[in-house]
C-alpha cells in the first residue's frame, strides 16, 4: 500500500490531531478508504439546520452580549431503572459489579427497547462483602475478576427485563441474562435495512484474554455469531472502554471511538471499516488537558450535520480533591471527527452528577460515574450508567435516564441578562421561503429580526409564528426571502435582538456563506 502525505497532513500526523478526512480516490488493500486534510462535508440539503453552539454560523465582530449555556436536562424520577443484579432481589450471583456499564440502548423497528452493558460477571471482593461492611474496607480489585457482556429489554423503556437466554453458563446453569463472557467494552450497532439479515445487529467488543478487538453479528440482538478477531491494528494496550459504533452518513462508513493512552493518560481515538470487519488504524482525536480532563470513552451520533459526542471525563491527579476518581458527562461537537469542541467550554456538563459524590451508600445514584449511551432511542431519550461511590472504590451501579432535547443541547443566552444579546449571521442564499429560529422566549422577553440592508426586512415587519417544535417561522410582510438574496453574492445576513431569551439555531431553505466555515 503507497500514501501519499501533503505537508499539511504530515504535521498534523506529527501533532497528534489526526485530522484525516475522506478521499475517495485512495482505498487501502484492507479495504477502508484513505484520508486527506480535506474534509468530507455533508450533502446538500434542501432545508439546512445549524446550531447555536457552532462557531461557523456568526459574523464573529457582530457579537454582544452572549454566552453559550448547556440545555436543561430532566432525569427520570423512576432513576434507577435497573441495577446489579446482586441488590436485586433474589440476587443475580453473575451481576457482582455492572462497572461503567457503557451502555447501548436500542430501539428498534418492532418498538423494543435492548440494552447491552458491561459488567463483572465475578468479583470476588463485591460477592463476598456485604454492603454494610463496605465503608469500614477499601475495595480489592482482585485479579480473579472476570468481564462480560449483559442484556435487558423493555417495552417501554422505562421497565425493564432481564430475561433467561440460556447462553452462557454461570456455575452449572444458563438461567442468567449473559451474551458473552470474557468481553469488555462492548458496543453494538442497529441496522434494520442491513440487506444481509443475519447482520442486522452488529457487535464490536474486546476480547479479555487475547487483548484483542473483534466483532460478531446478529438477526434478533440476542443470538451472535463466533467473534472475528481484527486482521490489524487492534492496540494491545487500550480499548479497554466502551467500544462505541455509528455509521457515518457522510463516508458511508462505520466509525469506532475507543480509548488509547498517551503520556500515561487517557485520549480518545476513532478508528474506519467499510465492512465492518476490516478496520482503519487508530488515531488520536481527542484529548483533554491533564490528569483532571481524561476521556474515558466518547460514545457519537450525528444530528442536522454535526458529530455529538457523550463524553466521559475522568478526574484524577490531585486526590485531596473531593472530585478525584469520578467521572462527569461531558458535550462535545464536531464538523469532521477530528476536531472536537467543549460545547459550552465555561462549564461543559451535560448530565449533572447526583447529590452525595463523596457518600457511597447515602448519595445518589449517579453521584459519582456517568457514562452514556448514544441517541438512539428517541429524539429526547439520554440513557446513562450512574454509579454511586468513587470510580476505583466501592460502587453500586445503575441505568438512568434523562431527557433533552436533540435541537436544544446547547444555546445562547444573554451574558448580562438585564441586557438584550445581539447578533449577525453570516450570509444566507435561500433557494426558498421557509425560515425558522430555534429559540425559547421566556415570560416578558422578546425577539427582533431583521436583515441588514434590506428594505421591507426591519425588524418591525417581522412576523413571527410559534410551531409546534418549540422554534418560529420567520417571515417579513409581503417580502420574499429568495428574491432578497438572489443577486447578493455574500448572501444576506440575519440581525437577531433577544431579550430574555434562549437562542437554539436556525434552518430552512437556505444555504450559508461556508467559504470559511470548511477546511480545505
Same mark, same amino acid.
Given at each position: 500500500?503507497?500514501?501519499?502525505?501533503?505537508?499539511?497532513?504530515?504535521?498534523?500526523?506529527?501533532?497528534?490531531?489526526?485530522?484525516?478526512?475522506?478521499?475517495?480516490?485512495?482505498?487501502?488493500?484492507?479495504?477502508?478508504?484513505?484520508?486527506?486534510?480535506?474534509?468530507?462535508?455533508?450533502?446538500?440539503?434542501?432545508?439546512?439546520?445549524?446550531?447555536?453552539?457552532?462557531?461557523?454560523?456568526?459574523?464573529?465582530?457582530?457579537?454582544?452580549?452572549?454566552?453559550?449555556?448547556?440545555?436543561?436536562?430532566?432525569?427520570?424520577?423512576?432513576?434507577?431503572?435497573?441495577?446489579?443484579?446482586?441488590?436485586?432481589?433474589?440476587?443475580?450471583?453473575?451481576?457482582?459489579?455492572?462497572?461503567?456499564?457503557?451502555?447501548?440502548?436500542?430501539?428498534?423497528?418492532?418498538?423494543?427497547?435492548?440494552?447491552?452493558?458491561?459488567?463483572?460477571?465475578?468479583?470476588?471482593?463485591?460477592?463476598?462483602?456485604?454492603?454494610?461492611?463496605?465503608?469500614?474496607?477499601?475495595?480489592?480489585?482482585?485479579?480473579?475478576?472476570?468481564?462480560?457482556?449483559?442484556?435487558?429489554?423493555?417495552?417501554?423503556?422505562?421497565?425493564?427485563?432481564?430475561?433467561?437466554?440460556?447462553?452462557?453458563?454461570?456455575?452449572?446453569?444458563?438461567?442468567?441474562?449473559?451474551?458473552?463472557?470474557?468481553?469488555?467494552?462492548?458496543?453494538?450497532?442497529?441496522?434494520?435495512?442491513?440487506?444481509?439479515?443475519?447482520?442486522?445487529?452488529?457487535?464490536?467488543?474486546?476480547?479479555?484474554?487475547? =487483548?484483542? #478487538? @473483534?466483532?460478531?453479528? +446478529?438477526? $434478533?440482538? /440476542?443470538?451472535? !455469531?463466533? &467473534?472475528? *478477531?481484527?486482521?490489524?491494528?487492534?492496540?494491545?494496550?487500550?480499548?479497554?472502554?466502551?467500544?462505541?459504533?455509528?455509521?457515518?452518513?457522510?463516508?458511508?462508513?462505520?466509525?469506532?471511538?475507543?480509548?488509547?493512552?498517551?503520556?500515561?493518560? =487517557?485520549? #480518545? @481515538?476513532?478508528?474506519? +471499516?467499510? $465492512?465492518? /470487519?476490516?478496520? !482503519?488504524? &487508530?488515531? *488520536?482525536?481527542?484529548?483533554?488537558?491533564?490528569?483532571?480532563?481524561?476521556?474515558?470513552?466518547?460514545?457519537?451520533?450525528?444530528?442536522?450535520?454535526?458529530?455529538?459526542?457523550?463524553?466521559?471525563?475522568?478526574?484524577?491527579?490531585?486526590?485531596?480533591?473531593?472530585?478525584?476518581?469520578?467521572?462527569?458527562?461531558?458535550?462535545?461537537?464536531?464538523?469532521? &471527527?477530528? *476536531?472536537?469542541?467543549?460545547?459550552?467550554?465555561?462549564?461543559?456538563?451535560?448530565?449533572?452528577?447526583?447529590?452525595?459524590?463523596?457518600?457511597?451508600?447515602?448519595?445518589?445514584?449517579?453521584?459519582?460515574?456517568?457514562?452514556?449511551?448514544?441517541?438512539?432511542?428517541?429524539?429526547?431519550?439520554?440513557?446513562?450508567?450512574?454509579?454511586?461511590?468513587?470510580?476505583?472504590?466501592?460502587?453500586?451501579?445503575?441505568?438512568?435516564?434523562?431527557?433533552?432535547?436533540?435541537?436544544?443541547?446547547?444555546?445562547?443566552?444573554?451574558?448580562?441578562?438585564?441586557?438584550?444579546?445581539?447578533?449577525?449571521?453570516?450570509?444566507?442564499?435561500?433557494?426558498?421561503?421557509?425560515?425558522?429560529?430555534?429559540?425559547?422566549?421566556?415570560?416578558?422577553?422578546?425577539?427582533?429580526?431583521?436583515?441588514?440592508?434590506?428594505?421591507?426586512?426591519?425588524a418591525e415587519n417581522c412576523q413571527l409564528e410559534k410551531l409546534p417544535s418549540g422554534a418560529y417561522s420567520v417571515s417579513w410582510k409581503g417580502q420574499s426571502l429568495v428574491q432578497a438574496s438572489k443577486n447578493e453574492k455574500r448572501g444576506i445576513s440575519l440581525s437577531i435582538v433577544a431579550t430574555n431569551s434562549i437562542f437554539w439555531g436556525l434552518s430552512g431553505e437556505f444555504e450559508m456563506d461556508e467559504s470559511r466555515y470548511w477546511r480545505g
Amino acid at each position: 500500500m503507497r500514501i501519499t502525505l501533503s505537508r499539511r497532513t504530515f504535521l498534523l500526523g506529527l501533532s497528534g490531531t489526526a485530522a484525516l478526512a475522506l478521499n475517495p480516490q485512495l482505498t487501502s488493500a484492507n479495504g477502508f478508504q484513505l484520508y486527506s486534510a480535506s474534509e468530507p462535508r455533508p450533502p446538500k440539503r434542501s432545508n439546512k439546520h445549524y446550531f447555536a453552539f457552532d462557531t461557523g454560523i456568526y459574523a464573529a465582530n457582530k457579537m454582544q452580549n452572549m454566552r453559550l449555556k448547556m440545555g436543561e436536562v430532566k432525569k427520570d424520577q423512576r432513576n434507577p431503572l435497573f441495577i446489579d443484579g446482586i441488590n436485586e432481589d433474589p440476587p443475580k450471583r453473575w451481576e457482582p459489579r455492572i462497572d461503567n456499564g457503557y451502555p447501548n440502548v436500542i430501539l428498534d423497528d418492532k418498538g423494543i427497547y435492548h440494552c447491552y452493558y458491561t459488567l463483572f460477571v465475578v468479583d470476588p471482593s463485591f460477592t463476598n462483602t456485604p454492603r454494610t461492611q463496605r465503608a469500614n474496607q477499601p475495595y480489592a480489585a482482585s485479579r480473579d475478576r472476570q468481564v462480560g457482556l449483559a442484556y435487558a429489554r423493555s417495552t417501554d423503556g422505562i421497565h425493564w427485563e432481564k430475561p433467561e437466554l440460556g447462553i452462557v453458563e454461570f456455575e452449572g446453569s444458563k438461567a442468567n441474562n449473559l451474551l458473552m463472557r470474557d468481553v469488555a467494552g462492548t458496543g453494538v450497532l442497529f441496522e434494520p435495512n442491513d440487506p444481509d439479515p443475519n447482520k442486522r445487529f452488529k457487535l464490536i467488543t474486546r476480547k479479555q484474554k487475547e =487483548r484483542k #478487538l @473483534a466483532v460478531a453479528f +446478529s438477526a $434478533d440482538g /440476542i443470538h451472535f !455469531s463466533e &467473534l472475528i *478477531e481484527w486482521k490489524a491494528y487492534s492496540p494491545k494496550i487500550g480499548a479497554d472502554c466502551h467500544n462505541a459504533v455509528f455509521k457515518d452518513s457522510r463516508t458511508n462508513q462505520y466509525i469506532l471511538t475507543t480509548r488509547l493512552w498517551a503520556s500515561n493518560f =487517557r485520549v #480518545l @481515538a476513532i478508528s474506519r +471499516s467499510d $465492512d465492518f /470487519i476490516n478496520w !482503519s488504524p &487508530l488515531h *488520536e482525536v481527542l484529548r483533554g488537558q491533564g490528569y483532571e480532563e481524561q476521556v474515558y470513552s466518547m460514545p457519537v451520533f450525528e444530528h442536522h450535520d454535526i458529530y455529538f459526542g457523550f463524553a466521559s471525563i475522568y478526574k484524577q491527579g490531585d486526590n485531596t480533591q473531593m472530585d478525584w476518581d469520578t467521572v462527569n458527562l461531558e458535550l462535545y461537537w464536531s464538523t469532521n &471527527l477530528t *476536531e472536537w469542541n467543549k460545547a459550552v467550554p465555561d462549564h461543559n456538563i451535560l448530565i449533572p452528577a447526583g447529590a452525595g459524590q463523596d457518600k457511597y451508600l447515602e448519595g445518589e445514584f449517579d453521584s459519582a460515574t456517568l457514562f452514556a449511551a448514544q441517541m438512539t432511542a428517541g429524539d429526547n431519550r439520554l440513557y446513562y450508567t450512574g454509579g454511586k461511590g468513587r470510580h476505583r472504590g466501592w460502587r453500586d451501579i445503575g441505568l438512568g435516564l434523562a431527557y433533552i432535547d436533540k435541537n436544544r443541547l446547547a444555546g445562547m443566552v444573554a451574558r448580562s441578562p438585564q441586557k438584550p444579546m445581539s447578533f449577525a449571521t453570516n450570509g444566507l442564499y435561500f433557494h426558498g421561503e421557509t425560515l425558522q429560529i430555534w429559540a425559547d422566549v421566556i415570560q416578558d422577553g422578546s425577539l427582533h429580526i431583521s436583515i441588514d440592508g434590506k428594505t421591507g426586512f426591519e425588524a418591525e415587519n417581522c412576523q413571527l409564528e410559534k410551531l409546534p417544535s418549540g422554534a418560529y417561522s420567520v417571515s417579513w410582510k409581503g417580502q420574499s426571502l429568495v428574491q432578497a438574496s438572489k443577486n447578493e453574492k455574500r448572501g444576506i445576513s440575519l440581525s437577531i435582538v433577544a431579550t430574555n431569551s434562549i437562542f437554539w439555531g436556525l434552518s430552512g431553505e437556505f444555504e450559508m456563506d461556508e467559504s470559511r466555515y470548511w477546511r480545505g
